[in-house]
């Protein structure tokens, strides 16, 4: 089994007992792999985005039991040490550990993204978070202009949505 088949083990213990969190992360990560590949990542930076994808919302657990609410930037605020403890006992690289730490960190911060693995990780977030709310289709018509910008994010934001950019253009 490899690192990120580990990982991904791991998540599902961690999110025992909660199968919509679970799903989430399966989404994006599913959503992550397909942008990242259609959009030529490099392998490493591939992986990196893998891992974030799979430990991104991590943090949820514990803003929830230190504060009583989870939202993105308390997400961003407890994740990134929790990803660092489950990558480390796992065996993963010091370099991956602190890119993977520094994008659950931020994935819910829009602006100064830095790379191509943090754009489609909030891409990959964006989409499955735009399916889960259901905000109507301003809001996906809002996301898809401002926050999509990879050509494989925006492909899949329009077919997914499709009823949301009828009569629009």
Known sequence: MDLLDKLFVEMIHYYEGDPMRLQHFIKVHSFARLIGIEEDLPLRELFILESAAYVHDIGIKEAEKKFG?????????????????????????????????????????????????????????????????????????????????????????????????????
């Open 69 to 169: 609410k989870s939202n993105g930037k308390l997400q961003e605020q407890e994740g990134p040490q929790l990803a660092e403890k489950m990558l480390s006992q796992l065996g993963f690289d010091k370099t991956v550990i602190e890119r993977v730490s520094y994008l659950v960190g931020h994935h819910h911060t829009y602006t100064n993204v830095d790379g191509a693995d943090y754009r489609i990780l909030l891409e990959a977030d964006f989409l499955v978070n735009l399916y889960e709310e259901n905000p109507g289709h301003d809001a996906i018509r809002y996301a898809y202009e401002n926050i999509f910008k990879t050509n494989t994010g925006k492909m899949i934001c329009r077919e997914m949505f499709s009823r949301a950019f009828k009569n629009f253009d």
